[in-house]
């Protein structure tokens, strides 16, 4: 069995508009319905065992709530989970036991008033190291951070990087086999970013289950064996990347003339194989299935005007991101 299966998961919030009080008695007496929202509408899918699984969307998709979820920190209104074997409700301990959760801004469960050291001993006993462990551990944590020379700093004076890898150390003092991973680059300096996604590669190596929620796509480019965009609480897409890409992303064609008539730019919209043609001074963007058809758009613009240049690319994840985020508005808009 995967380390995470998890089957129409829903979640919803009850919406506070401020306190009305014939309202709210109204509602206690199930006389009116409270407004609720939506995080999470009936979210499948599986994650392999050495995987990177990135969770994808914008603010409000529903990341944060799943990854909480996830956890065990909290519970769906439907839906059924397995996180490590274990029922996600009916043995709800058992999954603590079995994630590391890093949070985004996870700095701030730190007590300022104590070093970096004595805040690890805390949560050392916390999760339930013996205390005959607890000092070899948070020095092995520390090591593996980068922070054994500032042990006896306190969080107050660190930079965002540095408490970001506090807060890694921290999800660190237990080994598990399930690590889940909020924005663990936000607001991070580019040096500690690109130490956090290294060692997010070594996680993988040593055979852990990673799930990475991120708004970095070249990030989840980077680590992610597999990724689902969540747009409104529900996932839009779920595939390898590459697939992602491949399915769903356009091939652009990027065509510098010496100049562009109306003319040109109908007769290249005319191809079967060109979805869209946009227009940006001298420079024209052709998207579609090109690569195939590269003489034909070439000939066609020598007959109008000189070319300059020609350059040819694939659409990024960020691309694809885009046009499915936006092409999910529209659908909304037109509802």
């Known amino acids: ?60 998709a529903g990341k944060t709530t799943l990854i909480k ?3 065990g920190l909290l519970l769906p209104e ?17 999954v603590r036991t079995s994630v590391n959760i890093l ?3 996870g700095w701030i469960i730190f007590d300022y008033k104590l ?39 306190f969080p107050e004076n660190l930079s965002a990087g540095l408490r ?13 086999p399930i690590y889940l991973l909020d924005e663990p680059t936000s607001n991070v300096d580019p040096y500690s970013s690109e130490f956090i996604r290294k060692f997010i590669k070594e996680m993988k190596k040593d055979g852990k289950t990673v799930v990475l929620a991120t708004h970095n796509l070249w990030e989840a480019e980077l680590l992610c064996d597999r990724i689902a965009i969540l747009n409104r ?11 992602i890409k491949e399915r769903i992303g356009k091939e652009i064609l990027t065509v510098e003339l010496e100049k562009i008539t ?16 946009i227009e940006e001074k001298n420079i024209l963007k052709i998207y579609g299935n090109i690569k195939r058809n590269i003489p034909v758009v070439i000939d066609l613009c020598r007959k109008y005007t000189n070319i300059i240049g020609v350059d040819m690319k694939e659409s990024s994840l960020n691309d694809v991101f885009l046009q499915l985020i936006t092409e999910k508005e529209k659908a909304m808009v037109m509802k």
């Open 164 to 176: 970001q890898k506090m807060n890694l150390a921290r999800c660190l003092l237990s080994d598990r």
């Open 262 to 277: 109306p003319e040109l730019v109908r007769d290249v919209s005319s191809f079967g194989f060109v979805e869209k043609v």
């Open 115 to 153: 070093s970096i050291y004595n805040n690890l001993k805390f949560w050392s006993v916390a999760e339930g190291l013996r205390l005959s462990e607890v000092k070899k551990r948070i020095e092995e944590v520390l090591k593996i951070v980068g922070l054994e020379d500032k042990k006896d700093d």
């Open 233 to 243: 609480g529900s996932i839009l897409v779920l595939d390898e990347t590459r697939a």
């Open 1 to 60: 069995m995967n380390p995470i299966e998890i089957e129409n998961i829903t979640k919803k919030y009850r919406i506070s508009k401020g306190f009305n009080w014939k309202k709210n008695l109204k509602q206690l007496l199930k006389m009116e319905k409270p407004d609720y929202l939506t995080a999470l509408n009936k979210v499948s899918f599986s994650v392999k065992k050495g995987e990177i699984f990135g969770i994808l969307g914008p603010n409000g």
């Open 78 to 94: 439907n839906g059924k989970a397995a996180i490590n074997d274990y029922d996600l409700i009916k043995d709800r301990e058992k």
């Open 103 to 105: 949070m985004s801004g």
């Open 69 to 71: 979820i996830l956890a």
